[in-house]
């Protein structure tokens, strides 16, 4: 069974940086579309970023282009979501999802394992 468990949210000034991880087991992922969701309260989960896991093409919602990176490194089964320049209205909670197949999509419904969340607080 695929689980996913995110770690490296937390508390940080606007303009700060923190780096997201994403540690995947229960099977091998190279046929796999990872990404990086978000939700803040009372708003729908968004996308922000993803990943074809053996190819490493990546995707990003505009709002965090130039901003956010996303990683993976296929030794660890691990990936991860550099954020930099952060602002306020990136506060959310943070999920990391996958998908069988190397398609990516931006919509959460298309992705089928998810993790527990990692709060990102930005304050101003």
């Known amino acids: 069974q695929v689980q996913l468990v995110e770690s490296g949210g937390g508390l940080v000034q606007a303009g700060g940086s923190l780096r997201l991880s994403c540690a995947a087991s229960?099977?091998?992922?190279?046929?796999?579309?990872m990404g990086w969701f978000r939700q803040a309260p009372g708003k729908e989960r968004e996308f922000v970023a993803a990943?074809?896991?053996?190819?490493?093409?990546?995707y990003y919602v505009d709002s965090v282009k130039g901003r956010f990176t996303i990683s993976r490194d296929n030794a660890k089964n691990t990936m991860y979501l550099q954020m930099n320049s952060l602002k306020p209205e990136d506060t959310a909670v943070y999920y990391c999802?996958?998908?069988?197949?190397?398609?990516?999509?931006?919509?959460?419904?298309?992705?089928?394992?998810w993790g527990q969340g990692t709060q990102v607080t930005v304050s101003s």
């Open positions: 999802a996958a998908r069988a197949g190397g398609q990516y999509y931006a919509h959460p419904g298309a992705y089928n394992y």
């Open positions: 229960g099977r091998t992922f190279g046929n796999y579309a």
């Open positions: 990943i074809n896991w053996s190819v490493g093409n990546t």
